[in-house]
């Protein structure tokens, strides 16, 4: 399978055809829509940002230049003062003399405590009598300055101050200058100092910003950018440009204009410059620097602004792109949890049907349980009824054949003793009177007979009471079997009784009547058997004393061995027996607390087995 076809993969697919696609494309235009609109403010508060920076740069500019130029303001007005100086002014043509080599050296130990760049002194014609380069290469000896407005405005008595590119030594600087008088007190020449700017203009390049001066007429005359000095950074008028040629402010540089448009960004002024092609843009701060009649302005580049602002807006759209993404993810989360849950409702629909379903099945079930139940219960009440009448039917039965025993037991001998009484009388009226005796002894004979069967009659009817006694059995067995002396004839009897086997508990009579059913039953089952034989043993078997008596007849079969200790039941004909031997000697032996049993010898015959409550030794003494 390929991989693109697994289960997994599908539900994916699925989940993205899925996507509502129209409110994904609006929500994309919403962000657009949303970054397109904050990039102003974004872009804004950033150059807002820079622009407070710019200030800062500024003020920070202004205070070193203003202070730099103040350290010098009061110079010219100190060393005028001067009386060599003075005296050197006294008589023309000084700068040839001694004097003015000496006011030279002077002026250079000052000019070096001072740090400045340069002092010197005119005549009043504005050439220069000594200087503290007097010595260097471009001396400022012996040079016209008359055409500089900081002389005019000194040899006026006014204090001059002035700005310009050198013309000797083509090095920018700021003229401070003041009147010198002779010691006339007449203003005799001037004496200036000039102010070196280079320095400070390098420490400016250190920063981020571009920094510019520009004059009275706005040109650039100090900047952070070489490219844009002497360049007029106002709109320069022609008169604005006579005036800076007349002055020779900036000697011999040709003065030009910047490329400079201005316009807002963001409701902030900025000026954009387009020196060779890259077009620049700037956040322009200012301030005015009335000391020199200068302006100092702090340019700071938007590019930085703008990449910040950039990204920012780039950040908040990523942002909103993550919400999205994560919006997204919760609704298929949402959607496939909503799908789950719908279907196992329908899966547990679907198990309360079956549910239903397999209930019904079984209240169906109960129902049929219950009509068995019923049936069954009906079956059995005419089944017990059935039985009743069985039983019925058996008692009556069983009264029958009790009957017709009874009275062929009873008939029998009573039609004998008939026949005795009728021969007695016929013998006696012969006067045959021992015949007749004879036959009065037979009758008597019967009568004893019928009264025995009326003596079982009534142990079936009721259990005497009489107390048990502690016997030996090997005597009552040997009793019994002098008692059916008569009716065993040639059966052999094989007598194995044990001389030390414990006495036993019983009713002498009652044991007697029992022996001799059972040998009686054992000599009627060897009638056709050809081994005439009863084997009778006893052992001792706990608090049991077994006798056995085994015959060699048919044995019990199985199927009434478990009723030939039922009254009245027997298999012999009418008239052989009454059916109540066993049942009798049954019932005695469970008044002994003993017990009958009956089963069949492996070899043949049966073995009724008669247990008796063995007497322990030393109650046999006692008794
Ligand atoms: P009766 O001897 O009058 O029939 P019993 O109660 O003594 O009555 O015996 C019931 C039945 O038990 C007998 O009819 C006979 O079928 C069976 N029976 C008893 N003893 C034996 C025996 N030793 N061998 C075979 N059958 C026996």
């Known amino acids: 399978m390929a991989m693109n076809d697994t289960p997994l993969s599908r539900h994916r697919h699925a989940a993205w055809r899925d996507l509502p696609w129209v409110p994904v494309a609006g929500l994309v235009a919403a962000f657009v829509l949303v970054a397109w609109a904050v990039s102003g403010s974004v872009l804004g508060y950033y150059l807002a940002a820079d622009r407070t920076r710019a200030q800062a740069t500024l003020q920070l500019t202004h205070q070193v230049l203003e202070g730099h130029l103040r350290r010098f303001q009061t110079v010219p007005d100190l060393l005028a003062d001067d009386g060599d100086l003075r005296a050197l002014l006294d008589a023309p043509g000084a700068a040839d003399s001694r004097d003015a080599a000496a006011i030279s050296a002077w002026l250079a130990t000052r000019n070096a405590l001072l740090d400045s760049s340069v002092i010197y002194v005119m005549g009043d014609d504005g050439i220069t009598i000594a200087s503290s380069n007097h010595d260097q290469p471009d001396s400022f000896v012996g040079q016209d300055f008359a055409f500089r407005p900081y002389f005019t405005a000194a040899i006026a008595g006014g204090r001059g101050r002035y700005f310009a590119l050198g013309t000797t030594s083509g090095v920018r600087g700021y003229y401070f200058a003041a009147p010198v008088r002779n010691t006339a007190g007449a203003i005799a020449g001037v004496i200036a100092v000039k102010v ?123 942002g909103l792109c993550i919400v999205a993404g994560l919006g997204i993810v919760w609704w298929q989360r949402r959607d496939r949890l909503a799908a789950r ?27 049929q349980i219950r009509d068995e139940i019923a049936e069954r219960r009906a079956t059995e009440a005419a089944l017990r009824r059935t039985q009743a009448d069985l039983v019925q039917a058996g008692k009556l039965a069983a009264l029958g054949q009790m009957s017709a025993a009874l009275s062929h037991e009873i008939n029998q001998p009573l039609a004998a003793a008939r026949n005795y009484a ?146 009245f039941f027997t298999t012999k004909r009418v008239g052989s027996g009454l059916g109540l031997g066993l049942s009798i000697s049954y019932n005695i032996l469970k008044d002994f607390g003993g017990d009958l049993r009956v089963g069949t010898h492996p070899a043949g015959g049966a073995v009724f087995t008669i247990a008796l409550q063995a007497v322990a030794t030393d109650r046999m003494a006692a008794e």
Do not use: C
Request: aromatic share 4%.
């Open 341 to 367: 849950l719908a279907a196992q409702d329908a899966a547990k629909v679907e198990l309360e049907r079956r549910v239903a379903e397999r209930t019904a099945d079984l209240a169906r079930m109960n129902a």
């Open 196 to 318: 070196d700017l280079d320095m400070i203009e390098a420490d400016w390049r250190r920063q981020t910003d571009a920094i510019i001066v520009t004059d009275a007429e706005g040109v650039v005359f100090l900047s952070t950018q070489a490219d844009w000095l002497y360049q007029g950074f106002l709109p320069l008028t022609a008169d604005r440009v006579a005036r800076t040629v007349q002055a020779r402010r900036y000697a011999d540089q040709p003065v030009g204009v910047l490329p400079v448009s201005r316009s807002q960004m963001q409701g902030l002024p900025v000026i954009a410059m387009t020196p060779g092609t890259a077009q620049r843009t700037y956040l322009e701060v200012s301030a005015p620097m009335p000391l020199a009649d200068w302006t100092v302005h702090v340019l700071r580049d938007t590019s930085d602004a703008r990449a910040q602002a950039r990204l920012a807006v780039a950040a908040i759209l990523l």
């Open 422 to 567: 009728d021969s007695a009388a016929i013998l006696m009226s012969r006067g045959d009177l021992d015949r007749a005796q004879a036959n009065v002894g037979q009758i008597v004979m019967l009568i004893d007979r019928m009264a025995a069967i009326a003596r079982h009659l009534r142990h079936v009817a009721r259990k005497p009471d009489t107390p048990l006694k502690v016997l030996d059995l090997g005597a009552e067995v040997d009793g019994a079997l002098a008692l059916l002396a008569n009716r065993l004839g040639d059966v052999t009897v094989i007598r194995d009784i044990a001389p030390r086997l414990p006495r036993v508990r019983a009713g002498s009579v009652r044991l007697q009547q029992v022996l001799s059913n059972v040998l009686a039953n054992a000599v009627d089952a060897l009638e056709d058997a050809p081994l005439r034989r009863i084997e009778i043993a006893a052992q001792h078997d706990g608090d049991f004393v077994l006798l056995t008596i085994r015959d060699h007849g048919p044995g019990v079969a199985g199927a009434i061995a478990d009723r030939i200790f039922d009254p």
